[in-house]
């Protein structure tokens, strides 16, 4: 088992940035790439950012050059960056730690891990 540990949302005016942490603990080593995920209400939940074990990083459109992902030395805990924050990044964001691509080919079994959320909101 994996558990993940959000925090750092909170009440911020558009504009402003809000630094989210994830600490991941118990069995992490299998755990290769780790992401944030945001859900709206009323919409589909969305993928924003991702991070390898190698530190290689992707991004979602939507936040791309706003929302740096990153992760301490010890690799357990991972960061989003968010700045120039606008109203409709309003939403509650999720820590998410998988041993490998949910779309890469591989033999082996796709397993994931989610964290319990954190709200941000950002107000006009």
């Known amino acids: 088992q994996v558990q993940l540990v959000e925090s750092g949302g909170g009440l911020v005016q558009a504009g402003g940035s809000l630094r989210l942490s994830c600490a991941a603990s118990g069995n992490i080593n299998s755990i290769n790439v780790m992401a944030w995920y945001r859900q709206a209400p009323g919409k589909q939940r969305e993928l924003v950012a991702t991070i390898t074990s190698g530190s290689s990083t992707n991004y979602s459109d939507s936040v791309k050059g706003r929302f740096p992902i990153s992760r301490d030395n010890a690799k357990t805990t991972v960061y989003l960056q968010m700045n120039s924050l606008k109203p409709e990044d309003t939403a509650v964001y999720y820590c998410?730690?998988?041993?490998?691509?949910?779309?890469?080919?591989?033999?082996?079994?796709?397993?994931?891990?989610w964290g319990q959320g954190t709200q941000v909101t950002v107000s006009s």
């Open positions: 998410n730690a998988a041993n490998r691509y949910s779309g890469s080919y591989s033999t082996i079994r796709f397993r994931e891990y």
